[in-house]
Structure formats: structure tokens, C-alpha cells
């Protein structure tokens, strides 16, 4: 017992994959945008944490402009706090 002409049917199949492919993209999209502003805040933060080192001992010349947070690394300084 069909309740749709097949042309119907055929349609309805086509927007419920549609749909399916959807609820599964949606979340991956999303993940994906949320690591690339979490790299971004992080990059911030490693920029301010080398501008406080710069401050605080001037002799250091640091060119962190374009990676900050390699520049800390090379340091030997990071944003983890140090252990307890």
C-alpha cells in the first residue's frame, strides 16, 4: 500500500538522505570552527604572555609577530602554569 505517487516518494528519499547527510556534517563543521578560534585565543594569549616577558627583561629580543607561541617555546616559557 503506497501512500505517494513514485515520483513523491523518490523526492521524500532524496531530502531525508539530504537531511541525514546534514545532521552528520553539521556537527563536524561546527568542531571545526571551534578549534580554529580556540587557535586563535591561544595565539593571543601567547602574544600578550611575550609582550609580558619583553617587559619584564628587556634584554630579550623576541620577534613573535608572526608565531607567538613558537616564540615561547623557544624561550622555555609556555601558558601552563608551572607544576605545584
Do not use: N
Amino acid at each position: 500500500m503506497r501512500i505517494f505517487r513514485p515520483e513523491v516518494e523518490s523526492i521524500l528519499k532524496a531530502l531525508g538522505a539530504l537531511a541525514l547527510l546534514a545532521l552528520v556534517l553539521a556537527p563536524i563543521a561546527w568542531g571545526y570552527e571551534q578549534r580554529r578560534q580556540a587557535r586563535a585565543w591561544q595565539s593571543v594569549a601567547c602574544a600578550y604572555r611575550v609582550r609580558e616577558v619583553a617587559q619584564r627583561a628587556p634584554m630579550i629580543r623576541v620577534d613573535y609577530a608572526t608565531d607567538p607561541c613558537g616564540a615561547l617555546h623557544r624561550l622555555g616559557l609556555g601558558l601552563e602554569p608551572p607544576p605545584r
